[in-house]
């Protein structure tokens, strides 16, 4: 069963923006809300990584590679979260994953290319 469903990937030209979501439909709330979010990413050939994370109280943590660029939020009562990526770079190309911190539950990722 498909617990996270990331959406929003694409390709763009560095410089372009991209919105990513993430859904969690069969998550209960209460679930849901317990615990931070978190978006990482791996390109081919590397680990995954985490780009950005953010807490119950909408506390957020960044990379530094991605810092002043991406903005990382939650819509509890949705039960989503969202990754505003601006000023893409060729860098940023990669599969993008969000992750459930607390029940380390995983999305099945969707594929950012970023070109020059």
């Avoid at 560095?14 to 859904?23: D, N, V």
């Avoid at 989503?80 to 995983?106: F, G, S």
Wanted: proline content about 3%; charged content about 20%.
């Amino acid at each position: 069963q498909v617990q996270l469903v990331e959406s929003g990937g694409g390709s763009v030209q560095a410089g372009g923006s991209l919105r990513l979501s993430c859904k969690a439909p069969r998550f209960i709330t209460s679930t849901f809300n317990n615990g931070p979010m978190g978006w990482y990413r791996q390109a081919p050939g590397n680990q995954r990584d985490l780009v950005a994370q953010i807490f119950n109280g909408g506390r957020a943590d960044y990379a530094d590679s991605v810092k002043g660029r991406f903005t990382i939020s939650r819509d509890n009562s949705r039960k989503t979260i969202y990754l505003q990526m601006n000023n893409l770079k060729p860098e940023d190309t990669a599969v993008y994953y969000c992750h459930h911190e607390k029940t380390m539950t995983w999305g099945q990722g969707t594929q950012v290319t970023v070109s020059s």
